[in-house]
């Protein structure tokens, strides 16, 4: 009972409240991997004739136990039965498909797909739902424009479109998108072909030709 209660504290608490003080090697082997611990404490409580009780204490009926009538412990409910605990949770009614968090998913959805052919299909609505929570609860987010371009962006570039292939990763890397998409389309803006920049350096030094021979005077009049 001692090793129970460091190792399964759930069962020993349920052995506890059967009544039950002692337990022997192969009752605890049965109790711990049984699948169904509620039926075994049960039969351990009211089988006076049990091989698997060891004290002597035991060795009287004990007390009605319907199983009813016991508070057992939520862990020790039927776990083969048991939902998972993401199951268990409310799920959120379904966003409709002309919703802008379902779009921005689909826009999400097919970008990737262009760019990354081996990409899962995703579940729409849970993205939907994920979009639906940052465009409410996360300043950053609260344009759907602005999530609308960085989606366009960071879902066809090549370093990002592996790493952002979930709205979770396109939450938990916004800010750092939009400061980098930010400083490449001004990088955009200022960037000039080496063709472009002779030409301008060719009409400078042409200009400033002019005003030697000519004279600052004469260089304005003509242009």
Known sequence: ???????????????EHAGIKSISRESYEELTASEHPCKVVERLATGASSPLLSSPDLTSPSPAFPSDTIPFPSSLTNRADAQPVEEEKERKAELPVDSEPYRLAKLMRDTLKANVPTLREPDLQVWAQSLDDALNFDESMNDPAMVERVIRWACADRFWKAHIQSPRKLRE???QLTARMASE???SRNWKSSAQRRVEENLS???????????????????
């Open 1 to 15: 009972m001692a090793r129970m209660a460091k190792t399964r504290p759930d069962l020993y608490k349920l052995l």
């Open 185 to 187: 389309e001004e990088c």
């Open 205 to 223: 030094a042409a200009i400033e030709a002019e005003r030697l021979l000519f004279g600052d005077e004469d260089v304005d009049d003509q242009s």
């Open 173 to 175: 890397k916004f800010d």
